[in-house]
T-cell receptor, first 115, second 109 residues
Framework: NAGVTQTPKFQVLKTGQSMTLQCAQDMNHEYMSWYRQDPGMGLRLIHYSVGAGITDQGEVPNGYNVSRSTTEDFPLRLLSAAPSQTSVYFC??????????????FGPGTRLTVL | RKEVEQDPGPFNVPEGATVAFNCTYSNSASQSFFWYRQDCRKEPKLLMSVYSSGNEDGRFTAQLNRASQYISLLIRDSKLSDSATYLCAVKEGWGKFQFGAGTQVVVTP
């Protein structure tokens, strides 16, 4: 299994440009999430999904859209990039185990710079 | 106030020593708890889940105190390779996790 994959690894955008960060998992996990990580701020939840067709907002959803058309894929779209969106973005997936202790598995991250 | 808080450190620990640190959470309905390890510019990786009765994995011991709403991580016999940032994670509902900002541990020779 490849686990959780993210593309691209690095991206530079100009203010106002749009782009989609890709995330895919091959573990048949129901749950997927997007986080951003900024220095001193830890991981902040942007959006998450509990299954295909179901998404919900996290702590910092403004400026981002998501969709979940399949179990495997959970793309994050930046509508009009702003310098404040410069960050490292992590995608994660998890499932419900029999014990309920369903840890998250993370992708390698996308480092985004908005000029 | 952040829902999950950690002392950012750094905790400077001599090799072979013991270090412990806590993570507090504000949502009393939180369901599950985890410790993750994150190396510089890498993705977080699960270190251990935290069970209600506490649990141990080699040199690492995790505890949960629901009454006071905190979890703890203790590292015994610290190795240089233990230098990292340790993130606590709290599962609040279906697929929703909250993370602390992390505690940096630096193990020195």
């Amino acid at each position: 299994n490849a686990g959780v994959t993210q593309t691209p690894k690095f991206q530079v955008l100009k203010t106002g440009q749009s782009m989609t960060l890709q995330c895919a998992q091959d573990m048949n996990h129901e749950y997927m999430s997007w986080y951003r990580q900024d220095p001193g701020m830890g991981l902040r939840l942007i959006h998450y999904s509990v299954g295909a067709g179901i998404t919900d907002q996290g702590e910092v959803p403004n400026g981002y859209n998501v969709s979940r058309s399949t179990t495997e894929d959970f793309p994050l779209r930046l509508l009009s990039a702003a310098p404040s969106q410069t960050s490292v973005y992590f995608c994660a997936s998890s499932r419900t185990g029999t014990s309920g202790l369903n840890e998250q598995f993370f992708g390698p991250g996308t480092r985004l710079t908005v000029l | 106030r952040k829902e999950v808080e950690q002392d950012p450190g750094p905790f400077n620990v001599p090799e072979g020593a013991t270090v412990a640190f806590n993570c507090t959470y504000s949502n009393s309905a939180s369901q599950s708890f985890f410790w993750y390890r994150q190396d510089c510019r890498k993705e977080p990786k699960l270190l251990m889940s935290v069970y209600s009765s506490g649990n141990e994995d080699g040199r690492f011991t995790a505890q949960l105190n629901r009454a006071s709403q905190y979890i703890s991580l203790l590292i015994r016999d610290s190795k240089l390779s233990d230098s990292a940032t340790y993130l606590c994670a709290v599962k609040e509902g279906w697929g929703k996790f909250q993370f602390g900002a992390g505690t940096q541990v630096v193990v020195t020779p």
